[in-house]
Nanobody, 120 residues
Framework: VQLQASGGGLVQAGGSLRLSCSASGSIFSINAMGWYRQTPGKQRELVASIYRDGDTRYGDSVKGRFTISRDNSKNAVYLQMNSLKPEDTAVYYC???????????????WGQGTLVTVSS
């Protein structure tokens, strides 16, 4: 399973960006998909996650500003980021939890990361 993320870039504070991530390869079933972010010297943190049934989770710092969605038919996940702040600057990684069969626990796959820079 390979994940390809796109959509990062430079934006001014208060602006918006939309990240996309698509999974490809030998896919049986993807349950959770999500976005994480990381800055130098810090641990990777959850931004948002979404399950196959549409249930979502958000990190406290992005609630009300970011929206995660997915297209199960395309094995894709999206992150709409509004009202961006300089502290949102980070490398954003997408993750997919893939199940090779109904009996095997999920395995985490990560995308390559896409840089989001928010200028003040």
């Amino acid at each position: 399973v390979q994940l390809q993320a796109s959509g990062g870039g430079l934006v001014q504070a208060g602006g918006s960006l939309r990240l996309s991530c698509s999974a490809s390869g030998s896919i049986f079933s993807i349950n959770a998909m999500g976005w994480y972010r990381q800055t130098p010297g810090k641990q990777r943190e959850l931004v948002a996650s979404i399950y196959r049934d549409g249930d979502t989770r958000y990190g406290d710092s992005v609630k009300g500003r970011f929206t995660i969605s997915r297209d199960n038919s395309k094995n894709a996940v999206y992150l709409q980021m509004n009202s961006l702040k300089p502290e949102d600057t980070a490398v954003y990684y997408c993750k997919a939890v893939h199940h090779a069969d109904p009996w095997t626990p999920g395995y985490d796959y990560w995308g390559q990361g896409t840089l989001v820079t928010v200028s003040s």
